[in-house]
């Protein structure tokens, strides 16, 4: 029987942490990053884990740390948000290239500035080049299982690399709601043990991490990272089908919200998305063919199968919480057209900037986006691909 | 949605009403319901204007918005009467509960026109007569659930005094000053 609780999504995932009772947690203990490590070590310090938690000094050497722990062989985890993981950005690449399965959870917040704590994707969306695995969570249920699916993911013999657990600064991470939470036996039979082929204290085998390769060998190296980024793809579907043997809660690489006959489709990532079904329901209950399509794995970027659930659409709405600065849209309005183009889709796409700072979006602002995706299904989309939402006049 | 009950609160950093949203949603929690609780983060310090949500429905909540269009609003410092816009969208068949020692007579011209019910009640008087501290999230919590109705005022007591006991497992004496509260804050409230 599922454990029925209410948690806030830094509560959830540290409860994930402590079922899962990794090796090693480096972490920078207060602000940028969350409460989260504070509520770890409190677990460690009242001998519910038995885990190794280093507070270290900055992100930097927070990840430096997970970095070498994972490299001795030892299963580790850290978290952090906003200018933490900026900080972290050297080195986040030195995990990644050394195929390092650290798991790490990422509250995301804007970076700086305006100096702002609130939710925006920038700070992981500027990481998205770094080689390491992406999920993003809807509430505070889904970041949960994504954690609790995240080693499984990255320890995998075709993977091998490291995992960002995303979810929404403050809206999820500081909002309490109802969770079913598994109970400890079944979490530890699902995680199971860590068992590295290679790593530094191996008794019987002398190996070297993170050694210098210039032209000779290094492009196959960066090859060789793209080609476990695409082989992801399969692993987290096959993690999650067992996962949902064991939770009854089903996850894929997206998830479709009234997709199949949709006219009108949005594309988002994060907690809008539940504000996007209340207005789904509204607009199917006046016969406006509405429909949703959740992200859920952003790296690898799972570009056939995303323009395979979207290709019925009329229109398409494609929102980011972060901006790139590129005069054409964020980060995820570039790539999904991108493929869309390669895809020969034909449904006219626009990109919609929101909720940057933190800026809240409401039911009534999403039924305006589907309203203007049946116009410009009329009309056509040109000159206005790119724009903001809910901005002051 | 039709049994959704939306909540906002309006307090000053410091004041407990993140605090307070928080443990309504816990307790009602408790009672079977779905909840949301959840602040709204604005300047971090100790006296400025902040808001807190609570969502409480029979039915799973996927909205993540901000409220609105509350059904209840909840006012834990009067002085945010002049500053702040506090009844903005709050229904008129919901209500306001503000924390004063004035007469509502005093407070409904503050109000901005608001047409449905006021209540208020004295914090701070229930506060010194049960916990000698003031300390205004504990009776506005308990006036709230009575004014809003949205959970039966027993249950809430046995819910509260059974998360207080698990919190305060080494203070029996602030429990024991919590429920005095709790009690004395459902009788002072109209």
Same mark, same amino acid.
């Given at each position: 029987m599922a454990i029925k609780e209410r948690m806030s999504g830094n509560e959830a995932i540290a409860y994930a942490m402590k079922q899962i009772n990794p090796d090693v947690m480096p972490a920078f203990p207060i602000t940028p990053s969350t409460e989260l490590p504070q509520m770890v070590s409190n677990y460690i310090a009242n001998g519910e884990m038995d885990t190794e938690f280093i507070p270290v000094e900055s992100e930097h050497s927070a990840m430096s740390a997970a970095i070498g722990a994972s490299s001795a062989g030892a299963r580790t985890m850290t978290a952090t948000s906003s200018a933490g993981l900026a900080f972290m950005w050297e080195v986040l690449y030195v995990a990644a290239s050394n195929r390092l399965p650290i798991a790490m959870a990422v509250v995301n917040r804007a970076l700086s500035g305006p100096i702002n704590i609130n939710c925006e994707h920038s700070d992981s969306m500027g990481a998205r080049d770094s080689g390491w695995l992406q999920i993003y969570a809807e509430n505070n249920q889904e970041a949960y299982d994504n954690f609790l699916q995240a080693y499984r993911i990255a320890e995998h013999k075709d993977v091998k690399l490291p995992i960002m657990i995303c979810q929404d600064g403050f809206i999820i991470s500081h909002g309490v709601q109802n969770i079913e939470l598994l109970e400890d036996d079944k979490v530890k039979n699902f995680v199971g043990e860590y068992h590295p082929e290679h790593y530094l204290l191996k008794e019987d085998e002398v190996c070297s991490v993170g050694p210098y390769a210039i032209t000779n060998f290094g492009m196959e190296g960066k090859k060789a990272q793209a080609h476990a980024m695409d082989s992801a793809k399969k692993v987290i579907l096959d993690v999650a089908a067992e996962f949902e043997k064991v939770s009854g809660r089903k996850y894929g690489l997206y998830e479709g919200y009234e997709l199949e006959d949709a006219e009108y489709v949005i594309v988002a990532i994060g907690s809008v998305c539940g504000t996007i079904k209340d207005a789904i329901d509204e607009l199917r209950s006046q016969g406006v063919k509405a429909g949703l399509m959740k992200v859920r794995v952003f790296r690898p970027f799972p570009a056939e199968e995303f323009t395979d659930a979207i290709k019925g659409a009329k229109a398409v709405a494609i929102m980011d919480?972060?901006? &790139?600065? &590129? &005069?054409? !849209? !964020?980060p995820l309005g570039s790539e999904l057209m991108a493929a869309m183009y390669r895809g020969h889709l034909k449904a006219e796409a626009i990109n919609i900037v929101y909720g940057l700072c933190g800026r809240d979006v409401n039911v009534a602002e999403i039924r305006e986006v589907y309203a203007q995706l049946k116009d410009i299904e009329k009309n056509g989309a040109a000159g206005r691909e790119y724009q903001y939402l809910g901005l002051r006049d | 949605m039709a049994n959704l009950t939306e909540i906002r609160w309006h307090g000053r950093g410091g004041q407990g009403a993140k605090t307070a949203a928080l443990l309504l949603a816990d307790v009602a929690f408790s009672t079977g319901k779905f909840v949301q609780g959840f602040p709204e983060y604005g300047p971090e310090r100790m006296g400025a204007p902040i808001t807190a949500y609570d969502r409480i429905s029979d039915h799973d909540i996927r909205v993540h918005s901000n409220i609105y269009e509350p059904d209840y609003v909840v006012v834990v410092d009067e002085t945010l009467l002049s500053s702040v816009d506090v009844t903005n969208g709050l229904k008129e068949e919901g209500a306001i509960l503000v924390n004063t020692a004035k007469d509502k007579s005093e407070i409904i011209p503050l109000l901005n026109g608001y047409k449905g019910r006021v209540f208020t009640i004295d914090a701070r008087h229930v506060c010194m007569e049960t916990l000698g501290k003031y300390f205004p999230n504990t009776p506005m919590l308990a006036a709230i659930v009575k004014v809003s109705n949205v959970l039966d005022q027993d249950v809430f007591l046995k819910e509260m005094e059974e998360s207080l006991k698990h919190k305060f497992a080494r203070k029996p004496e602030v429990l024991e000053g919590n429920m005095k509260a709790l009690r004395l804050a459902l009788e002072e409230v109209h």
């Amino acid at each position: 029987m599922a454990i029925k609780e209410r948690m806030s999504g830094n509560e959830a995932i540290a409860y994930a942490m402590k079922q899962i009772n990794p090796d090693v947690m480096p972490a920078f203990p207060i602000t940028p990053s969350t409460e989260l490590p504070q509520m770890v070590s409190n677990y460690i310090a009242n001998g519910e884990m038995d885990t190794e938690f280093i507070p270290v000094e900055s992100e930097h050497s927070a990840m430096s740390a997970a970095i070498g722990a994972s490299s001795a062989g030892a299963r580790t985890m850290t978290a952090t948000s906003s200018a933490g993981l900026a900080f972290m950005w050297e080195v986040l690449y030195v995990a990644a290239s050394n195929r390092l399965p650290i798991a790490m959870a990422v509250v995301n917040r804007a970076l700086s500035g305006p100096i702002n704590i609130n939710c925006e994707h920038s700070d992981s969306m500027g990481a998205r080049d770094s080689g390491w695995l992406q999920i993003y969570a809807e509430n505070n249920q889904e970041a949960y299982d994504n954690f609790l699916q995240a080693y499984r993911i990255a320890e995998h013999k075709d993977v091998k690399l490291p995992i960002m657990i995303c979810q929404d600064g403050f809206i999820i991470s500081h909002g309490v709601q109802n969770i079913e939470l598994l109970e400890d036996d079944k979490v530890k039979n699902f995680v199971g043990e860590y068992h590295p082929e290679h790593y530094l204290l191996k008794e019987d085998e002398v190996c070297s991490v993170g050694p210098y390769a210039i032209t000779n060998f290094g492009m196959e190296g960066k090859k060789a990272q793209a080609h476990a980024m695409d082989s992801a793809k399969k692993v987290i579907l096959d993690v999650a089908a067992e996962f949902e043997k064991v939770s009854g809660r089903k996850y894929g690489l997206y998830e479709g919200y009234e997709l199949e006959d949709a006219e009108y489709v949005i594309v988002a990532i994060g907690s809008v998305c539940g504000t996007i079904k209340d207005a789904i329901d509204e607009l199917r209950s006046q016969g406006v063919k509405a429909g949703l399509m959740k992200v859920r794995v952003f790296r690898p970027f799972p570009a056939e199968e995303f323009t395979d659930a979207i290709k019925g659409a009329k229109a398409v709405a494609i929102m980011d919480r972060a901006e &790139s600065y &590129s &005069s054409q !849209g !964020g980060p995820l309005g570039s790539e999904l057209m991108a493929a869309m183009y390669r895809g020969h889709l034909k449904a006219e796409a626009i990109n919609i900037v929101y909720g940057l700072c933190g800026r809240d979006v409401n039911v009534a602002e999403i039924r305006e986006v589907y309203a203007q995706l049946k116009d410009i299904e009329k009309n056509g989309a040109a000159g206005r691909e790119y724009q903001y939402l809910g901005l002051r006049d | 949605m039709a049994n959704l009950t939306e909540i906002r609160w309006h307090g000053r950093g410091g004041q407990g009403a993140k605090t307070a949203a928080l443990l309504l949603a816990d307790v009602a929690f408790s009672t079977g319901k779905f909840v949301q609780g959840f602040p709204e983060y604005g300047p971090e310090r100790m006296g400025a204007p902040i808001t807190a949500y609570d969502r409480i429905s029979d039915h799973d909540i996927r909205v993540h918005s901000n409220i609105y269009e509350p059904d209840y609003v909840v006012v834990v410092d009067e002085t945010l009467l002049s500053s702040v816009d506090v009844t903005n969208g709050l229904k008129e068949e919901g209500a306001i509960l503000v924390n004063t020692a004035k007469d509502k007579s005093e407070i409904i011209p503050l109000l901005n026109g608001y047409k449905g019910r006021v209540f208020t009640i004295d914090a701070r008087h229930v506060c010194m007569e049960t916990l000698g501290k003031y300390f205004p999230n504990t009776p506005m919590l308990a006036a709230i659930v009575k004014v809003s109705n949205v959970l039966d005022q027993d249950v809430f007591l046995k819910e509260m005094e059974e998360s207080l006991k698990h919190k305060f497992a080494r203070k029996p004496e602030v429990l024991e000053g919590n429920m005095k509260a709790l009690r004395l804050a459902l009788e002072e409230v109209h």
